[in-house]
C-alpha cells in the first residue's frame, strides 16, 4: 500500500506532468528540426512563432466563447486552433517572402540566416506583445479534470489522490496524433518524401526536378502548424504569457540538440529526455521517501533536487553534455 | 554528315566570372553510343561535363540536343528535356531507402513509374534484394548503382556520369561498365568521364582525350587505345 501511495504522488507530481510537458516540447522541438533539416538553420524565432500562433488562437478562442460557441466539456481553444494554425502560416510566409527569401537567393551562410532569425525573433515578440500585451491570459475552459483527486480516492481507496487535468489529456493525444501524421507526411507522400530528399542531399534533389520553393513553402507551413499547437497545449496546461513562450525557446532547443538536430524521432525523444529531467530534478520527494521508508522517517527537508528556479540550468547541463560526448545527438543527425 | 544526338560545340568557358577553363573543347554522343572523356587530372573533363549539363558559363559555341540549341537552359531544364547527370560524389539520398532513392529519380514524372523501377531493378538486381534499406548504408559499388539507377528513373535519352567507377573495386567497376554497356544498348546515349581510361576506352565507342580545357585526341575507342601516342602519354606505355 505504502509503495503505491508513492507511485501515486510520483505519477502525479512527476510522470503525468512530465509527459504532458515531454509532448509541448517535442512538438516545437519538430519546428525546429524540420527547419534546421530542410532550410538549414537554427530558427530562433520559433519560440516567438508558437507565441503568435498562440495568440491568434486566444483571439479566435474569445470570439467563440462570445458568440457561446463552446465544444462542451472540451476547451473552445481546439475549435480556433485550425484558425490560428492559418493565421500563423500566413505570417511565417509572409516572413519568409520578406526576409530569408533574399538570404537564400544570396546562398548566404547558415550564420546569416541564424542572426536574420534572432531580428525576426524580436519583431514577433513586439508584434505579439502589441496585439494581446505583455500579460499572463488565460484561455482554458470546459471540463478541468478527467479524473480529480477526489474521485480517484473514492474510486480507489487510496490515501493519495490522483489527477488528471483534461489539458494534460489533450496535450499528449494531439501529439500523438500530430507526430503520427507527421511521419506519415514525411514517410509516405510524394511532397514529404521530397522534403526529405532536399533534407539529404540538396544538389540531386534539384537534380531530380524537386522545386525548391515548394519544399520551403511546405516546410514553413508545417513549423508554423506545429509551434502553433506546441503553444496552445502548453497554454492550456499552463498559461499564456509571451516572455514565457520566448523562454521555452532553450528547452525546445535543447531536446532538438539532444535528439539529434534534422531527425525528427531526434527531436520526440529529446522532449521527453529533457521535461522529465527537468521535472525528475526538481520535484520535491518528501511524501515519497516517507511512503517508502519504513516507519515514520518522514524528511525535514523536501528532498528537492534543486529549486524549480533552476529549472533552465537543467536544460542548459543537458545541452553541454550532448555537445561534449555526442554533438550529433542521440539520434546522429547532423553535427552543430 | 548528319549532326549527333548531343553536342557541345567547340565550347568555351568556366566556372562564374572565372578564368576560361575549356578552350574551344568538343565532345558529341550520338544515339546508342558510349562517349568516354579521358585525360590528365586537371585537364577539364568534369568541366567538360558539367558544361554541357549547364552547371557553368559557356562563354562561346553552343550545346545541342537532339538538333535544339540548350546553351541557356538551366539544369533541371534540361533534366525536363532529357538530360540525367551522376554527378561523381554524394549522388544518393543517404537516409532514404533504395526505393524511395528511385522513386524521387522519377519526380518529374506524373504517369506509373512501376516500369522503369522494375527495369532498373532489372539491371541492377541487388538493388531490388536491398529496396529497403538506405542507400547511406549500402556499398560504395551498390550506392553508384542507387546513383545509376535514380538517373535512369527519368528516361532520359542521355545519361551523364562523372567518374561512376571512383573508389570502387576492379570487379565491380567491370560490372558496373557491363551494365552501363547494357544501357547504351536500350537506345540511351551515354557520355562519362573516367580515370580508369584503358578500361573505359575498351567500353567507348568515342573517345575523346582532353588536355587542358582543349581536344588533344579525338577518335574511336578501339583507335585511340592502338594509337602509340595516346598510350605512351596517358595509358602508361
Known amino acids: 500500500m505504502e509503495i503505491l501511495n508513492a507511485i501515486i504522488l510520483f505519477s502525479q507530481f512527476v510522470f503525468i506532468p512530465a509527459l504532458a510537458y515531454g509532448s509541448q516540447l517535442a512538438l516545437g522541438a519538430l519546428g525546429v528540426t524540420l527547419i534546421y533539416g530542410i532550410l538549414r538553420f537554427s530558427n530562433f524565432a520559433h519560440g516567438d512563432t508558437m507565441a503568435f500562433g498562440t495568440m491568434a488562437v486566444i483571439l479566435f478562442t474569445w470570439w467563440f466563447q462570445a458568440m457561446g460557441l463552446s465544444l462542451g466539456p472540451l476547451p473552445t481553444a481546439l475549435l480556433a486552433l485550425p484558425i490560428g494554425i492559418v493565421f500563423c502560416a500566413l505570417f ?196 515519497m521517501v516517507a511512503y517508502i521508508t519504513p516507519g515514520d522517517w518522514t524528511p525535514d527537508g523536501l528532498v528537492q533536487l534543486l529549486s524549480t528556479d533552476y529549472k533552465f540550468a537543467v536544460s542548459f547541463v543537458i545541452l553541454l553534455l550532448v555537445l561534449v560526448f555526442r554533438p550529433t545527438g542521440l539520434f546522429a543527425g547532423k553535427a552543430v | 554528315m548528319s549532326e549527333p544526338f548531343l553536342i557541345g560545340d567547340s565550347m568555351t568557358g568556366g566556372y562564374g566570372t572565372g578564368a576560361d577553363i575549356l578552350h574551344e573543347c568538343t565532345i558529341a554522343a550520338d544515339k546508342g553510343e558510349i562517349a568516354v572523356i579521358v585525360g590528365p587530372n586537371g585537364a577539364g573533363k568534369s568541366t567538360a561535363m558539367k558544361a554541357i549539363f549547364g552547371m557553368l558559363n559557356v562563354r562561346q559555341g553552343a550545346v ?49 513509374i512501376d516500369e522503369t523501377m522494375e527495369q532498373v531493378y532489372g539491371l541492377f538486381p541487388v538493388l531490388k534484394e536491398k529496396r529497403r534499406q538506405n542507400a547511406g548504408e549500402l556499398s560504395g559499388g551498390q550506392r553508384q548503382q542507387v546513383a545509376v539507377g535514380r538517373a535512369l528513373m527519368t528516361q532520359p535519352k542521355l545519361l551523364m556520369l562523372d567518374e561512376p567507377t571512383a573508389g570502387v573495386s576492379p570487379i565491380v567497376m567491370d560490372e558496373l561498365f557491363d551494365r552501363i554497356i547494357e544501357v547504351a544498348r536500350t537506345g540511351i546515349s551515354i557520355l562519362m568521364v573516367e580515370q580508369n581510361a584503358r578500361q573505359a576506352l575498351n567500353i567507348a565507342d568515342k573517345g575523346y582525350v582532353l588536355v587542358q580545357g582543349r581536344n588533344r585526341y579525338t577518335d574511336t575507342g578501339e583507335a585511340l587505345l592502338a594509337d602509340p601516342d595516346v598510350r605512351k602519354s596517358f595509358l602508361g606505355g
Open chain 1, 92 to 287: 511565417v510566409l509572409a516572413t519568409d517572402w520578406a526576409v530569408y527569401r533574399f538570404y537564400r537567393k544570396q546562398r548566404s551562410a547558415p550564420v546569416i540566416f541564424v542572426i536574420a532569425s534572432v531580428g525576426v525573433m524580436f519583431v514577433m515578440n513586439g508584434v505579439v506583445r502589441f496585439i494581446i500585451g505583455p500579460d499572463d491570459q488565460r484561455f482554458a475552459d470546459g471540463e478541468r479534470f478527467i479524473i480529480s483527486a477526489r474521485t480517484f480516492r473514492e474510486l480507489t481507496g487510496m490515501a493519495e489522490g490522483l489527477t488528471f487535468k483534461v489539458s494534460q489529456g489533450i496535450t499528449i493525444a494531439t501529439a500523438v496524433l500530430v507526430v503520427a501524421a507527421l511521419f506519415w507526411f514525411l514517410n509516405r507522400t510524394r511532397t514529404g518524401k521530397s522534403m526529405r530528399a532536399f533534407s539529404d542531399n540538396e544538389d540531386l534533389a534539384l537534380l531530380s526536378g524537386i522545386n525548391p520553393d515548394k519544399v520551403v513553402t511546405v516546410t514553413w507551413i508545417l513549423a508554423a502548424a506545429l509551434a502553433t499547437i506546441a503553444g496552445t497545449l502548453y497554454g492550456l496546461d499552463k498559461s499564456f504569457k509571451p516572455f514565457t513562450y520566448f523562454q521555452l525557446l532553450l528547452p525546445i532547443f535543447a531536446a532538438a540538440i539532444v535528439g539529434g538536430l534534422g531527425s525528427p524521432v531526434g527531436a520526440i525523444a529529446g522532449g521527453f529526455v529533457v521535461a522529465f529531467s527537468e521535472i525528475m530534478l526538481t520535484a520535491a520527494y518528501r511524501k
Open chain 2, 64 to 112: 545541342r540536343l537532339d538538333g535544339e540549341d540548350i546553351t541557356t537552359l538551366s539544369p533541371q531544364a534540361r533534366v525536363a528535356k532529357g538530360m540525367a547527370f551522376v554527378p561523381q560524389t554524394n549522388n544518393v539520398f543517404p537516409t532514404m531507402s533504395v526505393e524511395d532513392n528511385l522513386e524521387m529519380g522519377a519526380f518529374l514524372r506524373d504517369d506509373d
